[in-house]
């Protein structure tokens, strides 16, 4: 790569934070990044969501002569990009498969004639020879590749459109590009470097991690009341989004929300288009809406009020975790990261991996995505050190997560463990006959259910032989062993069968440590005290200020649905806080709080300080 040609001064892109966006001074890591564009650089940017990445892209083609063309994996959020972006006075567009042929033809004119500063593309336009001709003819400020993993073929949002964006570089190699995730493994990373070209580019790599979201992982008891009991007792009123697995398990929780009287909407890929986009703008323009949803929903949301994201499936990999956890808190408010998980999820997942399509290579990455979730959820130590160390990162314990606020137990489940591993080989070996995990827990437990009659398994030497624990603990076991590799499952039916690993376990050359959950009381009462501190919006405000908060917001609840815009275009909840604490009575106070650039005070000073004054 070309070394960066001198470029405008730094303090250019200072000016441009300080005067468009309203902030003081940069958030860290993004000075180095921005003024690396702004000279002219190439660079790849992994930052958690919330970081202000899109600042990092944004202030260059501000700077920068010409158009900033942003490739976008979001169709349906661009009109809300674009919007926020003229909110702060910015000229930006977008062409994509929406709009009509004169909408396109007015944006791509503006294009033309320089009257754009950022221009929004889905990567499959970049295989239409008209928009390569477009933008041939324009002055291109640099292009920005968001949401850069879909390149990976490794990671979990693959789209194949983005292949083709290393010819970006072969095609203007004048041009700087910026390529910018914040879902990256050290594979992902390689990954995208390899495919976009940017092997030479300058990488910038920040802390993944996001302190103000708890995490926390409860075993599935009931998944619907334990739901539902986390929104009324700590998010009672909170925006939030709920993760199933299915498109029939999202009808159902969406139904059981609004029958229990939480306003909730559902969102997946069997919905018909207008439902589906009336359902994300209700979701992003109201205060307080739950959405439920498959993983089709979430990609590049930029609410920042999203209080929790519970998940009543088990994710498919830790980075399809980290993503759609990244989406609750973007305001650096507390939030909760909710996962219910159970034996039954571990089977439907092998299930999948096992009837996916593909050859074998494709299966067993799938089953080391897993087996990674698995052990993240098995952990006896602190959630964020193991989730920032599958990402390459390390962390001290953080104290804001189940394992750190209420410690499992770690105990020698040996013995259990080889009752458990026993019987399924005696099934197997004595009888012929693979069952799922209920028939062994049965016969372990020495019930005499219609299934064990039938088969006369009362008569294996195994049959009652482990009354030291309960069902619901033998499933714990049996899930745990499954996270270990001591077992797996197969078939439609979930059948458990033993790994070439077993054979240690059952001939005592390996110890087999387990976890046990705290006591489910203290557990709740803990998380519970815990987790207070997010339920509310304005926590942080004294008492006095709380009143004028809630009538900003009101105010800008009214102002955004008169202009057809999510109520975090028009202020984030972080400046109306500020603006509540200091209470400024002129224009010019109100002009040093931050995220009040120039064209949000010319545009709303006047009525704030009215709604301040009433």
Request: proline share 4%; charged share 25%; with cysteine.
């Amino acid at each position: 790569m070309a070394s960066p040609e001198p470029g405008p001064e730094v303090s250019d892109a200072t000016r441009v934070l300080q005067r468009v966006f309203g902030y003081d001074s940069f958030r860290e890591g993004q000075q180095e990044i921005i003024e690396h564009v702004v000279a002219g650089g190439d660079a790849l940017v992994l930052m958690p969501t919330g970081g202000g990445k899109s600042l990092c892209y944004q202030i260059p083609a501000l700077v920068r002569p010409g158009v900033g063309v942003v490739v976008s994996p979001l169709i349906a959020l661009m009109q809300d990009q674009v919007d926020a972006l003229t909110a702060l006075g910015t000229r930006a567009g977008f062409l994509n498969s929406t709009q009509g042929s004169e909408e396109r033809r007015q944006v791509e004119s503006a294009f033309l004639k320089g009257d754009l500063d950022l221009l929004y593309l889905a990567p499959e336009r970049l295989k239409v020879d008209s928009t390569l001709r477009l933008l041939d003819r324009g002055k291109i400020s640099l292009f920005a590749i968001d949401e850069a993993h879909c390149v990976s073929q490794w990671g979990h949002d693959f789209r194949p459109d983005y292949l083709a964006l290393s010819m970006l570089h072969e095609r203007w190699p004048d041009v700087p590009r910026i390529a910018l995730t914040a879902t990256a493994t050290e594979a992902t990373h390689a990954e995208i470097a390899s495919r976009l070209n940017l092997t030479d580019a300058r990488h910038f790599v920040a802390s993944f991690d996001r302190p103000n979201i708890q995490y926390r992982i409860a075993p599935k008891n009931e998944p619907k009341r334990q739901l539902l009991q986390l929104l009324r007792t700590e998010h009672a009123g909170d925006a939030g989004i709920v993760y199933c697995l299915s498109r029939a398990s999202v009808e159902k929780i969406a139904d059981f929300l609004v029958d229990s009287g939480i306003q909730a909407l559902p969102y997946h890929a069997g919905l018909d288009a207008r439902t589906r986009a009336s359902n994300q703008s209700r979701f992003l323009r109201e205060d307080g809406i739950v959405m439920v949803a498959t993983i089709a929903f979430g990609m590049g949301i930029d609410k920042p009020d999203v209080r929790f994201v519970a998940h009543l499936d088990l994710p498919k990999s830790v980075e399809g975790y980290y993503q759609e956890t990244g989406r609750a808190g973007r305001d650096g408010q507390p939030s909760t990261a909710w996962l219910a998980y159970g034996l039954q999820d571990v089977v439907q997942q092998r299930r999948m991996i096992d009837t996916s399509e593909g050859d074998a290579a494709h299966r067993r990455r799938l089953s080391i995505h897993l087996d990674a979730m698995l052990a993240l959820c098995e952990t006896v130590e602190c959630r964020r050190v193991q989730l920032l160390a599958y990402f390459g990162q390390k962390s001290a314990e953080c104290g804001n997560c189940d394992t750190c606020l209420s410690p499992p137990e770690s105990w020698d489940g040996t013995i259990v463990a080889q009752k458990l591993l026993s019987t399924v080989y005696r099934l197997h070996r004595e009888r012929g006959q693979k069952f799922g995990a209920g028939q062994a827990i049965d016969i372990l437990l020495g019930k005499t259910t219609d299934k064990v009659v039938q088969h006369d398994h009362a008569s294996l030497t195994v049959f009652g032989i482990g009354t030291e624990l309960r069902d619901t603990e033998w499933r714990g076991v049996v899930r745990q062993l499954l996270a270990q590799g001591l077992l797996t499952v197969e078939g439609d039916y979930g059948t458990l069968v033993l790994t070439d690993a077993s054979a240690e376990v059952l001939g005592r050359e390996r110890q087999v440590m387990l976890r046990r959950e705290p006591e489910r009381a203290a557990r709740a009462a803990r998380a519970d005290k815990a987790a207070k501190p997010g339920r509310a919006a304005p926590a942080d405000l004294p008492e006095e200020a709380v009143p004028v908060f809630e009538r900003l917001r009101a105010w800008r609840g009214a102002t955004a649905k008169e202009q057809g815009v999510p109520a975090y275009v028009v202020f984030h909840d972080a400046t109306l806080r500020e603006i509540a604490t200091r209470s400024p009575s002129t224009l010019v106070e109100l002009s040093t709080v931050s995220g009040v650039g120039e064209n949000k005070l010319a545009k709303y000073g006047q009525q704030i300080l009215d709604t301040l004054a009433d």
